[in-house]
């Protein structure tokens, strides 16, 4: 026979219950915060925190997109980023991965090298990107490039670059 549950029970399974119901709905919204570019190299910052409708939707693409994928791991992106952007006037030294579909202009740091016009955005062609980080001809780290997280592909390149040849 099980006892009905006191007022008092009812109040401390409350207690528990219920934070841990919020914790859940809001714990996608964090590790999507990780991976957020946050306007990093221009990505558009969002808010997870206040939509947890998006942290959800993160997850769900998180784990749609780590089926298969080429550049699963930091190391693979760097290995494919240090082979594409082996320099000159380009040289690979690490990579960030971001999450977002949307087109975003690449941030140049002050006295870094600056695409040409049309070369001004990334278009990712998947929820995840690398963001690839380097030095144009010994200038200050900056993005250098994008590869398609589940394809390995060059999405976006600086090269060439105004003025000069590839």
Same mark, same amino acid.
């Given at each position: 026979?099980?006892?009905?549950p006191?007022?008092?029970?009812?109040?401390?399974?409350?207690?528990?219950?219920?934070?841990?119901?919020?914790? *859940?709905?809001?714990?996608p #919204?964090?590790?999507?915060?990780?991976?957020?570019g946050?306007?990093?190299?221009?990505t &558009?910052?969002?808010?997870?925190?206040?939509? +947890?409708?998006?942290?959800?939707?993160?997850?769900?693409?998180?784990?749609?997109? #780590?089926?298969?994928? *080429?550049?699963?791991?930091?190391?693979?992106?760097?290995?494919?980023?240090?082979?594409?952007?082996?320099?000159? +006037?380009?040289?690979?030294?690490a990579?960030?991965?971001?999450?977002?579909?949307?087109?975003?202009?690449?941030?140049?740091?002050a *006295? =870094?090298?600056?695409p040409?016009p049309?070369?001004?955005?990334?278009? +990712?062609? #998947?929820?995840?990107?690398?963001?690839?980080?380097?030095?144009?001809? =010994?200038?200050?780290?900056? &993005?250098?490039?994008?590869?398609?997280?589940? #394809?390995?592909?060059?999405?976006?390149?600086?090269?060439?670059?105004? =003025?000069?040849?590839?």
């Open positions: 026979m099980q006892a009905i006191t007022p008092r029970r009812r109040a401390r399974i409350a207690l528990v219950a219920v934070p841990a119901a919020l914790a *859940a709905l809001w714990a #919204s964090f590790v999507a915060e990780v991976y957020d946050d306007g990093f190299a221009g &558009p910052a969002r808010d997870y925190l206040t939509r +947890p409708d998006q942290g959800w939707r993160f997850l769900a693409d998180a784990v749609r997109q #780590s089926r298969g994928t *080429a550049l699963g791991t930091a190391k693979d992106a760097l290995t494919q980023a240090r082979d594409v952007w082996a320099g000159p +006037p380009a040289v690979a030294d990579v960030r991965l971001v999450s977002g579909d949307a087109p975003f202009p690449v941030t140049v740091p *006295a =870094g090298a600056t040409a049309r070369k001004r955005m990334v278009r +990712p062609r #998947s929820p995840f990107t690398w963001i690839v980080l380097g030095r144009v001809r =010994g200038g200050p780290r900056q &993005p250098i490039g994008a590869l398609d997280y589940r #394809s390995g592909r060059v999405v976006w390149d600086i090269r060439p670059l105004p =003025g000069r040849g590839r």
